[in-house]
């Protein structure tokens, strides 16, 4: 998704002059954007109402992964953000992948048994 300077500037772009009895809804045209929910992924955008629905539905536009959309809303609620923001930066460092996604996941899973070692050893230190 673009960063909010590139939206305000699409905004300025877009919005004409405000006149005289003209309402902040009206002067801010929302469904025009080129990074709305609605416009990127149809019917399935439409009922954003949560954060972690609106990263899994960013995460799905970066791998080009529509398909997989609801997966990356319920991995963006139940998995660490900071496994999902490295995955991904894994994956843009990676622009002719034959599947985004399919490295995207691959890495998920890496950064996860990682944890999950480093905890084990933690739990063994201790004792």
Not at 19 to 34: A, N, P, V
């Amino acid at each position: 998704m673009d960063s909010v300077k590139d939206i305000i500037a699409q905004l300025k772009k877009q919005t004409p002059t405000k006149k005289e009895g003209e309402s902040q809804q009206e002067l801010f045209d929302l469904d025009t954007l080129e990074t709305n929910p609605k416009r990127m992924f149809g019917d399935k955008g439409k009922y954003v109402s949560t954060e972690h629905q609106s990263y899994g539905l960013r995460l799905a536009g970066k791998l080009d992964d529509k398909k997989r959309l609801t997966m990356y809303i319920k991995w963006a609620k139940t998995k660490p953000r900071a496994v999902l923001e490295s995955a991904l930066s894994f994956v843009s460092d990676y622009p002719n992948a034959e599947s985004k996604s399919k490295l995207f996941m691959w890495k998920v899973k890496q950064l996860e048994n990682e944890i999950k070692t480093k905890k084990e050893q933690e739990q063994e230190n201790t004792k």
